[in-house]
T-cell receptor
Framework: NAGVMQNPRHLVRRRGQEARLRCSPM?????VYWYRQLPEEGLKFMVY????????ESGMPKERFSAEFPKEGPSILRIQQVVRGDSAAYFC????????????FGQGTRLTVV | GENVGLHLPTLSVQEGDNSIINCAYS??????FIWYKQESGKGPQFIIDIRSNMDKRQGQRVTVLLNKTVKHLSLQIAATQPGDSAVYFC????????????FGTGTLLAVQP
């Protein structure tokens, strides 16, 4: 049973380009969470999605960032017109969704904006 | 607001000693808590969890204590090993419709051989 899969592991983008980060949850999990981590800091919640629905996006910047979790395929975190401040590690977690169940994390995508 | 904080940003212990990592959480309505371990360059790894109807839970070499009165969590690691060196995060689950985990800033555990 594969764990949470994120790709790419490393992504380099020039300022103004778009970044697309992918997350495939664990088998049987229908709930996905995205977090951002700056060096030497904790994980900051961004968005919580279920299949085809955004449940909580209170941590998402209002502009340039969007997330989806389609009926088929991985969850996508999309950052348009990237800026240097977007450089960070982005982690995805999945869970079965029942309240109080553990979430499993992927290995993250490290985005570098040059 | 969302705020889970740790008292000690860095903890250095000798191999074989016991380690205690502390965490304060802010939301009295949080009902589920998890400790994660994160090694350099990797994603957080689940260690142990505890629900709010418990005050102690034990795993293999690890124990989590929950004090709801003062909104405090601790992670105890027995007989600390070099492989335990990592950053440790506590996370609280706000529950309800959002079911999101809120993380603290982490404690770096450095095990000296």
């Amino acid at each position: 049973n594969a764990g949470v899969m994120q790709n790419p592991r490393h992504l380099v983008r020039r300022r103004g380009q778009e970044a697309r980060l992918r997350c495939s949850p664990m088998k049987g999990h229908s709930h996905v969470y995205w977090y951002r981590q700056l060096p030497e800091e904790g994980l900051k919640f961004m968005v919580y999605l279920q299949k085809e629905n955004i449940i909580d996006e209170s941590g998402m910047p209002k502009e340039r960032f969007s997330a989806e979790f389609p009926k088929e395929g991985p969850s996508i975190l999309r950052i348009q017109q990237v800026v240097r401040g977007d450089s960070a590690a982005y982690f995805c977690a999945s869970s079965a969704g029942t309240q109080g169940t553990e979430a499993f994390f992927g290995q993250g995508t490290r985005l570098t904006v040059v | 607001g969302e705020n889970v904080g740790l008292h000690l940003p860095t903890l250095s212990v000798q191999e074989g000693d016991n380690s205690i990592i502390n965490c304060a959480y802010s939301n009295s309505a949080s009902d589920y808590f998890i400790w994660y371990k994160q090694e350099s360059g990797k994603g957080p790894q689940f260690i142990i969890d505890i629900r709010s109807n418990m005050d102690k839970r034990q795993g293999q070499r690890v124990t989590v204590l929950l004090n709801k009165t003062v909104k405090h969590l601790s992670l105890q690691i027995a007989a600390t090993q070099p492989g335990d060196s990592a950053v440790y995060f506590c996370a609280e689950n706000y529950g309800g419709a959002t079911n999101k985990l809120i993380f603290g800033t982490g404690t770096l555990l450095a095990v000296q051989p």
